[in-house]
Nanobody, 124 residues
Framework: VQLQASGGGLVQAGGSLRLSCAAS????????VGWFRQAPGLEREFVAA???????SYADSVKGRFTVSRDNAKITVYLQMNSLKPEDTAVYYC???????????????????WGQGTLVTVSS
């Protein structure tokens, strides 16, 4: 499945952005979808995920600020990011996996399909 992430941009600290992840020509109904990010010079890290049954998981660094959700038709997965901080600056990737369950949602290895990434820059 081909994924398209969008919605990145430049925002001031304290601001909000909403990222979207959609699959070309199909729904994400049967997939768990995760958001990961990679800042310059750092390794990719888990941000948030939602599995097929809509269970969610968040990295500690974004809990209470970010919300992952699906639309009702399960075509698009969103990452609502509020109270953004300069340390949230990164390229954000969405990924989909058919075998994503609660116990592996934070593992990149659970996701076999990756989008191209969208850049989020938070200025101080």
């Amino acid at each position: 499945v081909q994924l398209q992430a969008s919605g990145g941009g430049l925002v001031q600290a304290g601001g909000s952005l909403r990222l979207s992840c959609a699959a070309s020509g199909r729904t994400l109904r049967n997939y768990g979808v995760g958001w990961f990010r990679q800042a310059p010079g750092l390794e990719r890290e888990f941000v948030a995920a939602v599995h097929r049954m809509s269970g969610v998981s968040y990295a500690d660094s974004v809990k209470g600020r970010f919300t992952v959700s699906r639309d009702n038709a399960k075509i698009t997965v969103y990452l609502q990011m509020n109270s953004l901080k300069p340390e949230d600056t990164a390229v954000y990737y969405c990924a989909a996996g058919s075998g994503v369950i609660t116990s592996n949602m934070a593992s990149a290895a659970a996701y076999g399909n990756w989008g191209q990434g969208t850049l989020v820059t938070v200025s101080s």
